[in-house]
């Protein structure tokens, strides 16, 4: 049990790469704690890991706000008594092309993709500075390489990476490193609403992207996840500030 004893919080978990992140962080022995603002999909994730035997505490909140945020996180402590990880994982798309994209398009991925991880992780490292260990992991994107018709989600990806590589040399001396791990084409709800939104079915997106990942085949959660808790072990303490892309093949 690779993470037996200690204790994850992931953002943005009750479906997606969130909800396998924090699954495989579970089946591994680590207790959970997840925060989402779908009340219907973090109760079905609560009744489903408990039925696996998981420890787990799920909570709805707001990433964009610092004091549900720090709520939560305190719960999370009072409940499993430390918090050792942290995944910054919730998300939104608003895609559009810069002219027609609008103020709230803009506003509305910043304060979750980037305020919500600045509030999250601001909450964890006073706990994770006085236990002098700690994880941070921030989910990332290929986008932040630039995307079409994703202005604000490239924007915020990239700044996540500026954000990990910054937490890293401000925590490194507490014992606390921070990564970043940036997802290619990954199976998910997101993915599937970007095929809606270009008016094509999501076979049809698939079967397009396919023919740009080496591998042959797209990803799924839990080749993320997978990436998550590399980042995530005790013996990579020597691991800090790095961003690795996970997408089946080199990106430029």
Do not use: C
Request: glycine share 10%; aromatic share 8%.
């Amino acid at each position: 049990m690779r993470f037996d004893g200690r204790v994850a919080f992931v953002t943005g978990g009750s479906r997606g790469i969130g909800k396998g992140i924090a699954q495989l962080f579970a089946e591994t022995g680590a207790k959970i704690g997840i925060v989402d603002v779908n009340e219907e999909a973090l109760k079905e994730t609560q009744k489903e890991f408990s039925e696996k035997g998981f420890e787990v505490l799920t909570k709805k909140a707001d990433v964009s706000n610092a004091q549900e945020v720090e709520a939560a996180v305190k719960e999370v402590v009072d409940t499993f008594g430390r918090v050792d990880i942290l995944v910054n994982n919730a998300g939104i798309i608003r895609d559009n092309l810069l002219f027609k994209m609008t103020d709230s398009d803009w506003e509305a991925v910043m304060n979750v993709h980037l305020k919500g991880s600045f509030n999250a992780s601001r909450a964890v490292q006073q706990y994770m500075v006085d236990q002098k260990y700690g994880r941070i992991i921030n989910i990332s994107s290929t986008s932040a390489l630039g995307n079409r018709g994703q202005v604000n989600y490239s924007a915020a990806k990239a700044g996540l990476q500026g954000f990990t590589k910054t937490l890293a040399i401000e925590l490194g001396k507490f014992g606390i490193t921070a990564n970043s791990v940036a997802p290619g084409f990954i199976e998910t709800e997101m993915t599937k609403a970007t095929a809606e939104r270009m008016g094509i079915s999501f076979d049809e997106l698939t079967s397009e992207t396919l023919k740009s990942i080496p591998v042959g085949r797209w990803g799924q959660p839990e080749d993320i996840a997978n990436a998550v808790l590399f980042f995530a072990d005790e013996k990579s303490s020597f691991v800090s500030g790095q961003v690795i892309y996970v997408a089946g093949g080199p990106t430029v």
